[in-house]
């Protein structure tokens, strides 16, 4: 069965940075994109950031751009996601989640219809941003 597990998160001060990480395991391939979500306590959970099978497809949501970068290592069945100039208004629970696509250049910061959806989650890294 397809698995993520997230790791990286903790506290961190405002203007610093943290990686997160996303590992896969049962796959059956490397042919999934995957995305970046987050969700603060009372607010929607949201896609921030995503990245395409062939990795060279990113997206981010304005409130991160030029903050945050996502990465893959498909050896190492990792994605990242490399968040500097941290803000409090970041602090979330981060998850990541995979759609299972042979499309390379698909990337999407919320779910599609079937097949297309984000089928496989993980369990959320926490992400605290105080001084």
């Known amino acids: 069965q397809p698995q993520l597990v997230e790791s990286g998160g903790g506290l961190a001060q405002p203007g610093g940075s943290l990686r997160l990480s996303c590992t896969a395991s049962?796959?059956?391939?490397?042919?999934?994109?995957i995305g970046w979500f987050r969700q603060a306590p009372g607010k929607e959970r949201e896609g921030i950031s995503c990245?395409?099978?062939?990795?060279?497809?990113?997206k981010y949501v304005d409130s991160v751009k030029d903050r945050f970068t996502t990465s893959r290592d498909d050896a190492k069945k990792t994605v990242y996601l490399q968040m500097t100039n941290l803000k409090p208004e970041d602090t979330a629970l981060y998850y990541c989640a995979a759609i299972i696509t042979s499309v390379q250049a698909m990337c999407a910061l919320f779910s599609y219809s079937p097949p297309y959806e984000y089928r496989y989650w993980g369990q959320g890294t926490q992400v605290t941003v105080s001084s």
């Open positions: 049962g796959f059956t391939s490397d042919y999934y994109a």
């Open positions: 990245i395409s099978v062939s990795g060279d497809v990113t």
